[in-house]
Nanobody, 120 residues
């Protein structure tokens, strides 16, 4: 069983930065960050594969960076140039498969989420 605990959310003004961290206890090859507000569709933000290959949702390209610190078993999402539309609850997710076998939101393990609020 893999457990995941997010931290680093908070409130910032437009143009600010936040760093989200997710400690992953266990082995996982494909990891990612998603966002979700109750009543709205869950959206993918970024993924990182076992070999370091990354993908990003179009609206965050050039502003967000996903990375992993294998020594600390930590998944990181560095968020810069934040906009009010980035406001949401952000979740980390992990799966024991490599990313090409993980369709959409079918990640096996999920964190509880951390709130990100960007004010104008």
């Amino acid at each position: 069983q893999v457990q995941m605990v997010e931290s680093g959310g908070g409130s910032v003004q437009t143009g600010g930065s936040l760093r989200l961290s997710c400690v992953v206890s266990g082995d996982a090859f494909c990891m990612g960050w998603f966002r979700h507000t109750p009543g709205k569709e869950r959206k993918g933000v970024a993924t990182i594969d076992r070999d370091g290959t990354t993908t990003y949702e179009d609206s965050v390209k050039g502003r967000f960076t996903i990375s992993k610190d294998n020594a600390k078993n930590t998944l990181v999402l560095q968020m810069t140039s934040l906009k009010p539309e980035d406001t949401d609850v952000y979740f980390c997710a992990a799966d024991p498969r490599v990313c090409r076998y993980v369709e959409g939101y079918s990640f096996r393990y999920w964190g509880r989420g951390t709130q990100v609020t960007v004010s104008s």
